[in-house]
């Protein structure tokens, strides 16, 4: 199984302060977001978001909510790897992309986004 880095996601009260950060130090730019049932804004580097900021008004400050990986292998196939870890996830499909995300709690409080295609994944 091959991984490609993906994002990294931060919670923030302060999105665009934190939008103008990343374009005046990275170059990124605000692109499409699917329509996700929370506010925030993607920031990409070409055709890449590389950025994903998630709006949570209750944050005093700004932290990193995970980092995404994503791979072409069939979601199925991801799910049985993380479940034979034993550690806690969570899953969840990306809006009209098809994109299954399983967010995984890595030791130590660190959470990584496996992306893969939904493939035999229905649901979970």
């Known amino acids: ?5 993906d994002h ?3 919670n923030t009260a302060a999105g665009q302060t934190l939008q103008d950060t990343f374009q005046a130090v990275l170059g990124l730019a605000p692109g499409r977001r699917p329509p996700f049932p929370f506010p925030g804004r993607w ?4 055709a890449q978001a590389l950025v994903h ?7 005093d400050e700004t932290a990193l909510s995970h980092i ?3 791979t072409d292998e069939d979601a199925s196939t991801v799910l049985q790897r993380v ?3 034993g550690l806690p996830y ?3 499909q990306v809006p009209e ?3 299954w995300q399983i967010f995984v709690q890595m030791p130590g409080g660190l959470v990584i986004e496996l992306d893969a295609k939904a493939g035999n994944l229905e649901s979970v």
């Open 1 to 5: 199984m091959t991984w490609t880095f």
């Open 8 to 10: 990294l996601a931060f």
């Open 43 to 46: 920031l990409y580097q070409d």
């Open 53 to 59: 900021v998630i709006e949570q008004p209750t944050f």
């Open 68 to 70: 995404a990986f994503r």
């Open 83 to 85: 479940q034979a870890s």
């Open 90 to 92: 969570q899953v969840a």
């Open 97 to 99: 992309d098809g994109i």
